[in-house]
């Protein structure tokens, strides 16, 4: 969208760049901020998940509670729900194609789907690299808006 836009702690319940997910889903969330607890087991397309419920501890939290499907062997995400302030199913993310690329579990499609407006945002990652040296020149706000990442 070419925009530089520094996010804050209080934009993470904003949806990136007009999208269904937030910044906040495709962040890293701080631990402290939800409460968790183990539900049960579950298969999901053939893998054995537990599945964990992570509750905010914020009321004013855009998205009351989380359940997540979370594989037992890599530790990898397979799906989730999130419930708005009422406790109503608010999106789905279902994740596809995960891989082990060098050593690390790498999800390249998730879907999130909004059900309350039946919409829905397909992020997928292509031609992974990890512990490629990244010049640290290029995360600067004027790198950035000159567009030279390519």
């Known amino acids: 969208m070419k925009k530089v836009r520094r996010v ?3 934009n993470k319940d904003d949806d990136f760049q007009g999208t269904d997910f937030s910044y906040d889903d495709i962040g890293t969330r701080s631990l402290s901020k939800d409460t968790f607890t183990i539900l049960g087991e579950e298969s ?3 893998v054995n998940c537990w599945i964990l419920e992570a509750k905010a501890k914020d009321e004013k939290a855009k998205v009351s509670r989380r359940v ?6 890599t ?3 397979q799906k989730a729900e999130y419930y708005d302030r009422q406790n109503n199913l608010f999106k789905v993310l279902t994740c596809e194609n995960i891989q082990k690329i060098n050593g690390y579990w790498a999800t390249l499609k998730m879907t999130m789907k909004n059900v309350q407006t039946n919409h829905q945002t397909v992020y997928e990652l292509q031609n992974i690299q990890f512990d490629t040296p990244i010049d ?6 004027s790198a950035l808006e000159r567009e030279q990442i390519k």
Request: charged residues 10%; glycine residues 10%; aromatic residues 24%.
């Open 8 to 10: 804050f702690g209080s």
């Open 44 to 46: 999901v397309n053939g």
């Open 68 to 73: 997540s499907w979370i594989n037992k062997e």
């Open 75 to 77: 530790y990898v995400s």
């Open 136 to 141: 640290t020149n290029y995360f600067t706000v």
